[in-house]
Nanobody, 118 residues
Framework: QVQLVESGGGLVQAGGSLRLSCEAS??????MGWFRQTPGKDRESVAA????????AYADSVKGRFTISRDNSKNMLYLQINTLKPEDTAVYYC?????????????WGQGTQVTVSS
């Protein structure tokens, strides 16, 4: 079991930036990523990273604007979000799984709200 705790969400104007952080309760040698969900829609994967950080994957809608990274020495996962758009408004979840690609992660954080105003 691993507990994941996100932070860094908030209200930001379109075009702005945010950095989301996720702290894991223990060292996680597994793929990790970020999902997001808006009301009435399914959760979607936006970014994922392998355990060693060598491989990353992004949803087409965020490529070039989102950057995922991790620091295994600190049990931390990050998501740098630039050039925010109103359609990025969602609850963002930190996740961890056992397989790559990270399609069905087994561990989820409680989520952090990101709201982008136009």
């Amino acid at each position: 079991q691993v507990q994941l705790v996100e932070s860094g969400g908030g209200l930001v104007q379109a075009g702005g930036s945010l950095r989301l952080s996720c702290e894991a309760s223990r060292r996680t040698v597994s793929p990790m990523g970020w999902f997001r969900q808006t009301p009435g829609k399914d959760r979607e994967s936006v970014a994922a990273i392998t355990w060693n950080g060598e491989t990353t994957a992004y949803a087409d809608s965020v490529k070039g604007r989102f950057t995922i990274s991790r620091d295994n020495s600190k049990n931390m996962l990050y998501l740098q979000i630039n050039t925010l758009k109103p359609e990025d408004t969602a609850v963002y979840y930190c996740v961890a799984g056992t397989t790559w690609p990270l399609r069905e992660p087994g561990f989820w954080g409680q989520g952090t709200q990101v709201t982008v105003s136009s």
